[in-house]
């Protein structure tokens, strides 16, 4: 049951649609995906539709971005309801603070010179959950950087001129938000965010788990958070956190989470589940008719 749990698609910063993850991921022979786009949840039942029909399990889920003593971490949700009211709302409030930070880095690049009409970024994302990604790809279908990386490399990385500070709520307010919609918290790749420290903090605010297991995680990392995640006692999980192609290929299925680690993370979502008075083959956050095994 190999699993790829942190893919985002073109309903935030992704470039692929839902369907087309659910076609990669079955030609790269994984049998569960969690489709994790930023600040929204809008792409999983068109996902969960077209896994469904390849025989795939997939999960509902989604980033957010949350901070913790001037910390930026970012959290994955598994298993959510879509239609928790309290997420629902959460998610309207990060795209309108999503779309106006979109309009403030243009109105920074536009003060400096370059002509980027904002209503172009806007088109290009066609989401409501714009981000960075879509201004850079804006600046060079526009010819104004070479690429992506010369986009952020230039404007758009932190204390570069067009960079603009990201709205985050507290750690622990995220995590509850994910709990009250059913799902699991999860530290996104720890590597990058560089909060080691702040690791017992988070445990303590009710994690649930550690990505261990991601595309710039070296194997000494991924087995360091194995052995931070067995400390205490939080799960394990992992993702290529696909954004579209890299280099030409997709990286979806090139981080595969152990199948122990799918089913510790299945199990901990029934228990839970059982616990709120869900039905196994009816809880949210399953692709519809693939009920997780007993």
């Known amino acids: 049951m190999p699993a790829d749990l942190h893919l985002h698609s073109c309903f935030s910063d992704g470039t692929f649609t839902p369907e087309e993850i659910a076609a990669e991921a079955h030609r790269a022979g994984l049998q569960t995906i969690a489709l994790t786009d930023h600040d929204t949840t809008e792409g999983c039942p068109r996902a ?4 469904a029909a ?14 913790t003593d001037g910390a930026e971490i970012h959290l994955l949700g598994y298993y959510l309801d879509p239609e928790s009211a309290p997420l629902r709302a959460a998610f309207a409030r990060f795209q309108e603070v999503r779309q106006q930070r979109i309009r403030d880095i243009v109105a920074k690049l536009n003060a400096l010179g370059v002509p980027l009409p904002v ?3 806007l088109a290009l994302a066609h989401c409501r959950a714009p981000g960075r990604p879509h201004v850079a790809r804006a600046l060079v279908e526009a010819g104004l950087c070479r690429n992506a990386d010369d986009a952020f490399d230039r404007f758009l990385k932190k204390g ?4 603009v500070p990201k709205f985050k ?7 509850r938000l994910i709990h009250e919609a059913g799902g699991l918290a999860v530290m996104a790749h720890p590597g990058l965010t560089r909060a080691d420290e702040r690791i017992p ?4 605010e009710g ?8 595309t710039r995680h070296s194997a000494a990392a991924t087995e360091y958070y194995r052995q931070v995640a067995e400390h205490h006692g939080v799960l ?6 696909c954004h579209g192609l890299s280099k030409g290929k997709p990286l979806i299925g090139t981080v595969r989470l152990p199948d122990r680690d799918v089913a510790r993370l299945r199990e901990r979502f029934l228990q839970r589940a059982a616990g709120r008075g869900f039905l196994l083959a009816g809880a949210p956050g399953v692709t519809p008719g693939l009920a997780p095994p007993h």
Do not use: F, N
């Not at 994690?207 to 991601?214: K, P, S, V």
């Open 48 to 51: 969960a539709a077209a896994c």
């Open 54 to 67: 390849l025989g795939l399990e997939c999960m509902a889920a989604a980033e957010l971005t949350a901070e």
């Open 119 to 121: 209503d172009r970024v």
């Open 160 to 163: 570069k001129p067009a960079w």
């Open 169 to 175: 709520m507290a750690t622990a307010e995220v995590i």
């Open 201 to 204: 903090q988070l445990v303590g």
């Open 207 to 214: 994690l649930d788990g550690i990505e261990c297991y991601h």
């Open 236 to 241: 394990v999980t992992g993702g290529s956190d």
